[in-house]
């Protein structure tokens, strides 16, 4: 069974601080995706990565693909209420399947 | 900008109601999903297509029942739906090419009493 795993599950942090969550797993995807969630909402797409290595900036986040295609970590400077939400990852294989992650759930308190 | 509709947003029905949530997309994505998640949870592939005519079951083993008639619409039926269906249901669809991110509906929030 294909597994991905996040860490933390949950983080709560002020205003202005940096973090960084992580997927990993023990299978090799063809790409990785990071969404986020708001309550109510559906996910949205943040990035896509696609090469081992490979290193991804969305303004103040910035994305990392490990470089064997395992693992994946999203790093948040100086962080803002606006960014509280559910952070998803989803792998997805050579075979065409999605795989999601539990998520971490990130509150940013002003 | 959503392309991709789910109605109703939310439902509150009693047991042994026979339920339709509907979902469709302008993109013209041959791919579609049925995902359940309880709020703030991972979510749990329950059905997906591939195109019209094919359904198959996801992950997560459930009660209900999709079809794929026509490429932009895949709704999915609860026969007489039970307290245990209470929970989000979120829609996506995405190209078929691989490594496309799914794009996903702002789901629809049952709850059975």
């Known amino acids: 069974t294909q597994l991905l795993e996040q860490s933390p599950q949950f983080l709560s942090i002020q205003e202005g601080e940096n973090l960084t969550v992580y997927c990993n797993s023990s299978?090799?995807?063809?790409?990785l995706q990071w969404y986020r969630q708001e309550p109510g909402e559906g996910p949205v797409l943040l990035v896509t990565?696609?090469?081992?290595?490979e290193v991804k900036k969305l303004k103040r986040l910035t994305f990392q693909f490990g470089d064997a295609r395992k693992d994946s970590s999203l790093h948040i400077t100086a962080a803002q209420p606006g960014d509280t939400g559910l952070y998803l990852c989803?792998?997805?294989?050579?075979?065409?399947?999605?795989?999601f992650g539990p998520g971490t759930s990130l509150s940013v308190i002003p | 900008e959503a392309d991709i509709y789910q109605t109703p947003r939310y439902l509150v029905i009693g047991t042994g109601k026979k339920i339709t949530l509907e979902c469709s997309q302008t993109?013209?994505?041959?791919?579609m999903y049925w995902y359940q998640q309880d709020p703030g949870m991972e979510l749990h592939l329950i059905h997906y297509?591939?195109?019209?005519?094919?359904?198959e079951k996801g992950d997560l083993s459930s009660e209900s029942t999709v079809s794929r008639i026509r490429t932009e619409h895949f709704p999915l039926t609860l026969e007489s739906a039970r307290p245990s269906h209470t929970s989000q249901y979120l829609c996506?669809?995405?190209?078929?090419?691989?490594?496309?991110?799914?794009?996903f509906g702002d789901g629809t929030r049952l709850s059975i009493l």
């Open positions: 996506a669809s995405s190209e078929s090419d691989l490594n496309q991110p799914q794009h």
């Open positions: 299978s090799v995807f063809s790409s």
């Open positions: 990565v696609v090469t081992g290595g």
């Open positions: 989803a792998g997805q294989t050579s075979y065409d399947k999605v795989i």
């Open positions: 993109m013209g994505h041959d791919k």
């Open positions: 297509s591939y195109g019209v005519n094919s359904t």
